[in-house]
């Protein structure tokens, strides 16, 4: 997971640390509307790919989850 995870997240969006979760929910509620607009869709031609906040949020904790050792195993294996 830990190598894939530059093409999982490709171009997040992140707010401030401590973010309030009501302003956490209004841009995430954003993004769904967005990708369900037909206008967007046509102008991007339905390149577009969401993963949703919970799901990202749920990655990035597992990432930063890893183990010491999993970490400076994968740095070996790219050279790091």
């Given amino acids: 997971m830990l190598v894939t995870a530059s093409e999982i997240f490709q171009r997040p969006y992140m707010g401030p640390p401590g973010m309030r979760a009501e302003h956490v929910k209004i841009l995430r509620e954003a993004f769904l509307k967005t990708l369900k607009d037909p206008?967007?869709?046509e102008?991007?031609?339905s390149n577009a790919e969401y993963t949703s906040g919970e799901e990202m949020e749920t990655l990035a904790k597992e990432m930063?989850?890893?183990r010491a050792e999993t970490?400076?195993?994968l740095k070996?294996?790219?050279g790091k």
């Fill in 39 to 41: 206008a967007f869709l």
């Fill in 71 to 73: 970490i400076e195993r």
């Fill in 76 to 78: 070996k294996v790219l």
């Fill in 43 to 45: 102008e991007v031609k």
């Fill in 64 to 66: 930063m989850s890893q």
